[in-house]
T-cell receptor, first 111, second 113 residues
Framework: DTAVSQTPKYLVTQMGNDKSIKCEQN?????MYWYKQDSKKFLKIMFS???????INETVPNRFSPKSPDKAHLNLHINSLELGDSAVYFC??????????FGPGTRLTVL | DQQVKQNSPSLSVQEGRISILNCDYT??????FLWYKKYPAEGPTFLIS?????DKNEDGRFTVFLNKSAKHLSLHIVPSQPGDSAVYFC????????????FGAGTRLFVKA
């Protein structure tokens, strides 16, 4: 049973398109996160939701909009994709601020 | 501004020897530190953690040491095994700090058989 799953695993799209990445966790955790791993391999937090409430919102273009329909899901929608959005996006979950469990990542390539 | 720094992008070690991965942080408010391990095409997985009230935490072959005065922590793996070859991320957080964890850039460990 996959604890934290993301779809799709790979996403190739053209500049200017709108795309979504979905994340689901079956661990019963109350907190979920989105991270971006850029070309320099840094894992940078983008958003965090605790019990469906946004608690972390880093300096991220407002083209990125997270949505948490329930505690087990945190989706990331990206409008007007740009070349610089190409990266690996990781979803994670935790119970409170405890150890985070990561999904396998979604490799986004913007052409 | 990198608050968590892993200055060695890679490390190569012979099987059976000790691997030492280093990490420095700048924010003295951090009080909880973690190491994650990442294989290619997978997400990071939690390895070991330490709170600032301790200076050492051990779990099998893995030991994390914390030197608060130097704002430095290290991960020791002994003996190193080829399956340990992966990228290791150091991370720091503030308990009660709003769940925000800051990650280093990672160190790629190669364990040669």
């Amino acid at each position: 049973d996959t604890a934290v799953s993301q779809t799709p695993k790979y996403l190739v799209t053209q500049m200017g398109n709108d795309k979504s990445i979905k994340c689901e966790q079956n661990l019963g955790h109350d907190t979920m996160y989105w991270y971006k791993q850029d070309s320099k391999k840094f894992l940078k937090i983008m958003f965090s939701y605790n019990n469906k409430e946004l608690i972390i919102n880093e300096t991220v273009p407002n083209r990125f909009s997270p949505k948490s329909p329930d505690k087990a899901h945190l989706n990331l929608h990206i409008n007007s994709l740009e070349l610089g959005d190409s990266a690996v996006y990781f979803c994670a979950s935790s119970e409170g601020g405890d150890t985070q469990y990561f999904g396998p990542g979604t490799r986004l390539t913007v052409l | 501004d990198q608050q968590v720094k892993q200055n060695s992008p890679s490390l190569s070690v012979q099987e059976g020897r000790i691997s030492i991965l280093n990490c420095d942080y700048t924010n003295s408010m951090f009080d909880y530190f973690l190491w994650y391990k990442k294989y290619p095409a997978e997400g990071p997985t939690f390895l070991i953690s330490i709170s600032s009230i301790k200076d050492k935490n051990e779990d099998g072959r893995f030991t994390v040491f914390l030197n608060k005065s130097a704002k430095h922590l290290s991960l020791h793996i002994v003996p190193s095994q080829p399956g340990d070859s992966a990228v290791y991320f150091c991370a720091a957080a503030r308990i009660g700090g709003g769940f925000k964890t800051i990650f280093g850039a990672g160190t790629r460990l190669f364990v040669k058989a």
